[in-house]
């Protein structure tokens, strides 16, 4: 059996730190995922998700993910259930994220050009550690294949073959 999520979308706010009894933490966010697909009205749909991060993993999303920044979650879809003060059963389908990519940083946040960014992971689900988010340089750093229009110079010497 398999039970595996991928998103990437928008975090709709920022995420909410919170610890158990115990001392775990555990972060809640949600994400706004866009359908691949419009409206009658030709309107862009999307869906809002909500996630859970568990221990080094869920600290790392606090300090660094952000309302609006865009990310990536790799999970798996839990459905819980809970009796509410009226006596309703209540169903909550929510993905527990084992790893986030942070798909923005701070600075590309307000960009359209987002390509170098900080990520993290572990620490989700069962899994005990995980990867400490880092950031993707200080400097901005310019794509080394990028096609300028000028003819690329390289000599046979160059080439490995």
Request: proline share 4%; aromatic share 8%; with cysteine.
């Amino acid at each position: 059996m398999l039970n595996r999520v991928i998103l990437i979308g928008r975090l709709t706010r920022d995420p909410e730190l919170r610890y158990t009894p115990a001392g775990v933490a555990v972060t809640q966010f949600t994400l706004a995922v866009d359908r691949p697909f419009t409206s009658n009205q030709g309107q862009r749909e999307a869906d809002f998700i909500p996630v859970v991060t568990w221990r080094q993993l869920a600290e790392t999303c606090a300090n660094y993910l952000r309302k609006g920044r865009l990310a990536a979650v790799e999970g798996r879809i839990q459905v819980r259930n809970y009796d509410n003060n009226e006596g309703r059963r209540v169903y909550v389908t929510e993905i527990i994220a084992d790893n986030v990519r942070f798909l923005e940083s701070a600075n590309s946040a307000n960009r359209e050009d987002s390509g170098m960014g900080m990520s993290g992971g572990g620490g989700g689900g069962n899994s005990g550690g995980g990867n400490r988010g880092s950031y993707g340089g200080g400097r901005e750093q310019q794509d080394p294949f990028q096609d300028d229009g000028r003819p690329i110079d390289i000599s046979d010497d160059d080439l490995p073959f």
